[in-house]
């Protein structure tokens, strides 16, 4: 049992060892059994301080005991097959995945930062700049580039079996800038296709004026200015709903001549000197992702659907289920006209992520051990990591925030004793908005630290120019999607044809 608040240099170990198992893996891939360094050593002071942080910092933590998270855990298990959230298609759980990592990027390993230990200060701002894409460049990490390829820097691509590929070496560890984008089949294919988008933009950039530029740094400004873009538009409005996006991102008037500006407005997400990630949000809000997660996928038009992971290592059967650190399959392409809405060749349908709800998937709750070392079940890795970080309650946080907190009987518990942030952000969305997207509580939490955190970002298109709109070829003029990045890449939209 947990019986009170935990000082820092408490929150790694404690009798049961679960601290351990949350802490570093025994192998070196970062995966969900990693915590990003800093993340265990949050201050409990009302700290404006470091690389995480809290967003309610007058807040009490809620502390559930050993048994209750079991339970709660157990409770969480999807056994019906879950619904469909026609809104917001398979591909966004990935994408999701792909953000996260993108935001947390460690840019200094654990290796190098031993003078370190509390990890809380002299760290790059969370910032949505790729760096899990470009690492810290050319220059200083070399072999993420291309260097038999004229006109450059263009990104490294791998390519076997007449596919492509992350590029790997000899070993088939990838050579990324953060090895947990290659934790899974789906989150390497999207890493992959960002490679192909920056390659692309580099190829194209003298046809596009309004980049500035035809060189690397133009290049990136491109890729980073519609990523976010797309973001922001694509993403971050469909995971909160149009009416938390809209408070949060404003539109002002249009001057004469030019165009609309967009504005941030923040109530809950502050600082003093440099923004930091909140553990509201890294710990349960932005957790809402693995209740999208399916249970199985079909990735193309010749791979039999296969369930994310099994709790199998993957070297016992690769093609049993999508887990990563590999090397790909043969004919193990994905076509993303499966995953998002895009024209794209296939002979099977979109298909959606699961609801936002308490429901997660039954893989998660057995992962396989190169994704989740010591302790198995996702949902109990969650509950546990934000009792082990001092999160209030969710009852608490919506109290702070001025919504109307979820009742006992809408929180469906047979009890009515407080419950952890992630569930009742979960259940929110379940109850206030269908499972369709996040409530209100949850949906704040992560647009304030999203656009917080954009907006902030001297080198992002919210702060150096908030009247830009994307140019790139896109569906819609001044819009840029997902679907238009990758329709821009031309990557994943032919049919993968043969015997797997």
């Known amino acids: 049992m947990i019986q009170a608040p935990r000082q820092p240099e408490q929150m790694v170990v404690d009798a049961e060892g679960y601290g351990d198992r949350l802490g570093q893996p025994a192998m070196p891939e970062r995966t969900h059994g990693y915590v990003v360094r800093g993340m265990a050593r949050v201050p409990q002071s009302r700290s404006y301080e470091g690389r995480f942080g809290r967003m309610f910092r007058r807040l009490p933590p809620f502390l559930p005991t050993d048994a209750q998270i079991d339970a709660l855990a157990e409770a969480m298990v999807e056994h019906d097959g879950g619904g469909d959230n026609p809104d917001i298609p398979a591909g966004y759980t990935y994408l999701g995945q792909f953000v996260d990592h993108d935001l947390t990027f460690d840019p200094a390993s654990s290796l190098e930062r031993q003078n370190d230990p509390d990890a809380l200060t002299n760290f790059r701002t ?34 076997h079996d007449d596919e492509l590929d992350l590029p790997r070496n000899g070993q088939g560890t990838a050579l990324i800038g953060d090895p947990r984008n290659d934790e899974n089949v789906f989150v390497s294919q999207l890493h992959l296709t960002m ?14 004026p309004e980049a500035g530029g035809a060189d690397f740094a133009a290049a990136q400004r491109t890729v980073r200015w519609h990523y976010q873009w797309m973001v922001v538009h694509d993403f971050l409005r469909r995971i909160v709903g149009e009416q938390t996006f809209g408070e949060v991102l404003k539109r002002e008037p249009k001057m004469p001549g030019g165009r609309p500006a967009e504005r941030v407005e923040l109530r809950f997400f502050s600082w003093r000197v440099r923004p930091f990630i909140p553990v509201e949000f890294s710990a349960a809000a932005y957790r809402f992702g693995h209740s999208m997660v399916r249970a199985r996928y079909l990735l ?11 709790s199998e290592p993957v070297e016992k059967d690769p093609r049993s289920h999508f887990g990563g650190f590999r090397i790909l399959p043969p004919l193990w392409q994905v076509e993303w006209c499966r995953f998002f809405s895009v024209n794209g060749q296939g002979d099977g349908p979109l298909q959606p992520a699961r609801l936002i709800d308490t429901r997660v998937a039954p ?5 396989p051990p190169e994704v989740a070392p010591g302790m198995s ?22 109290a702070a925030m001025g919504a109307e907190p979820l009742t006992p009987e809408e929180l469906g518990l047979p009890d009515r004793r407080p419950v952890p942030l992630w569930y009742y952000v979960l259940r929110e969305a379940e109850v206030r908005a269908g499972g369709h997207h996040l409530g209100p509580v949850g949906g704040r939490i992560v647009a304030e630290v999203f ?20 140019f790139l070829p896109a569906v ?22 043969g015997a797997s």
């Open 377 to 398: 079940s996702l949902i109990r890795r969650n509950l546990t990591r934000g009792a082990r970080l001092g999160l209030p309650s969710g009852q608490d946080v919506a």
């Open 195 to 208: 490679l192909l988008f920056h390659n692309k933009v580099m190829e194209q950039l003298r046809e596009f």
């Open 476 to 497: 819609a003029r001044g819009d840029f999607t997902m679907a238009d990045l990758i329709a821009f890449t031309g990557f994943g939209l032919k049919v993968i044809e």
């Open 451 to 470: 656009l917080g955190l954009m907006a902030a970002d001297p080198a992002a298109y919210l702060s150096v120019d908030p009247t830009w709109t994307p």
């Open 126 to 159: 969370p910032r949505f700049d790729l760096d899990c894409v470009y690492g810290s460049g050319p220059a200083d990490q070399p072999y993420l580039y291309d260097r038999r390829r004229e006109g450059g820097p263009f990104l490294l691509v791998g390519e």
């Open 300 to 310: 193309n038009s010749t791979v039999p659907d296969l369930p994310i992971f099994t």
């Open 363 to 367: 893989p998660l709750h057995a992962l």
